[in-house]
């Protein structure tokens, strides 16, 4: 009896353990299965949250370029001489993969495509500039409008104007040159142009000023209309310099605040991109600056001990305005000052140059950004 029992119990204990190795194997086999799903879940979420990461990443560089484009555009635009594309009528009312396909399939001479071959622009025949930028398979298009800043400089009456009160002039020497007949926008003889005053002022004590500054033969360095030395007065102040000035600080190219001293060799724009440099203080000079385009100082020109080559329009605003060295302004010299002092040394040349202030004094294109959308 004892040993029946002992074989059914024996029996009992293998079927259960049968039953829990079974049981254990399972569970292992539901981890096991369980583990895999997890591992592919975890997979194909990294896997989605890449190609999304590298989506977002793509279609944001594409933007970029499309903006990099419309710079470009307007860039062109300010540039002398660059070779612009054909304009074209955007239609309206395209979807994103319809204005793909329509500035895909027109010819190159009607864009303008980056040398990296990343980004184009388009000009439309309602002046607005189209950037269109790509980053493997995503493609941007931007769409911004642009206006003419147009504020021609008025009819400068003299390679030199001084609107103050009164004037003080010192000139050093007998090498300098200020000279009102007409030149070409690198300096040369211009026949057949306009000839102006070498010097005008809007007060007969500026005038007289002038004249009494100068001394035997500095009178010929003086040239232009109406004899030597070529000076001449204007009461109805023909330029207002305040409010042309006053133009230009929200298009500035750039913008120094303070006391500024320029020092070694500093260029500003370039025959071909002329722009537009305000200083707001006094203006120190010890290297060579050399610029195309607008340079408005709202104080004193001082004298330091480099040079200026300036090609446009230059502004003095301060008391004091020293020429030094051998410094060039082609295109017109203006001061404004209550009571300027004017001092010119070495051999510097002021001339008039229709030319220069037609080519470098026009502020030119700027893009409305009220406009810009993403077609």
Wanted: proline share 4%; with cysteine.
């Amino acid at each position: 009896m004892e040993k029946s029992v002992y074989k059914r119990a024996s029996r009992i204990s293998r079927s259960l353990l049968r039953d829990e190795r079974g049981m254990v194997l399972a569970a292992v086999i539901i981890l096991l299965v369980f583990a895999f799903l997890m591992t592919t879940a975890a997979l194909a979420f990294v896997y989605s949250s890449n190609v999304t990461t590298f989506s977002k990443e793509h279609r944001m560089v594409a933007l970029e370029r499309a903006e990099s484009g419309l710079n470009k555009g307007a860039l062109d635009l300010t540039t002398l001489h660059a070779e612009l594309p054909a304009e074209i009528t955007l239609p309206d009312g395209y979807s994103h993969a319809d204005y793909v396909d329509f500035l895909d399939g027109l010819d190159d001479y009607y864009y303008v495509e980056d040398t990296s071959g990343d980004y184009r622009y388009y000009l439309t025949d309602d002046m607005a500039i189209v950037g269109y930028g790509w980053r493997q398979d995503f493609k941007r298009i931007v769409r911004c409008e642009y206006y003419e800043q147009y504020f021609p400089v008025l009819e400068t009456p003299a390679a030199l104007y001084i609107d103050a009160n009164n004037t003080s002039c010192t000139f050093n020497g007998n090498a300098f040159r200020i000279n009102g007949n007409d030149h070409t926008a690198t300096g040369g003889n211009a026949p057949g142009g306009t000839d102006k005053y070498g010097i005008v002022t809007t007060k007969p004590a500026a005038s007289n000023g002038v004249t009494n500054g100068l001394s035997g033969p500095q009178n010929n360095r003086v040239s232009g209309v109406g004899g030597n030395p070529s000076v001449g007065t204007d009461e109805t102040v023909p330029v207002d310099i305040d409010a042309y000035s006053a133009q230009l600080d929200e298009i500035a190219d750039f913008v120094y605040d303070g006391y500024t001293k320029l020092t070694g060799d500093e260029f500003f724009g370039s025959p071909d991109y002329p722009v537009i440099v305000i200083v707001n203080g006094d203006m120190e000079i010890g290297g060579t600056l050399r610029g195309w385009g607008i340079l408005d100082i709202r104080g004193s020109l001082l004298a330091g001990f480099g040079t200026v080559v300036w090609h446009g329009l230059l502004i003095v605003h301060g008391d004091s305005a020293w020429i030094h060295g051998t410094p060039d302004v082609i295109g017109s010299m203006w001061i404004k000052s209550p009571h300027s002092k004017l001092r010119i040394s070495g051999n510097p040349n002021i001339l008039y140059s229709s030319q220069a202030l037609t080519w470098y004094s026009d502020p030119g294109i700027r893009l409305d950004f009220k406009t810009w959308e993403e077609l």
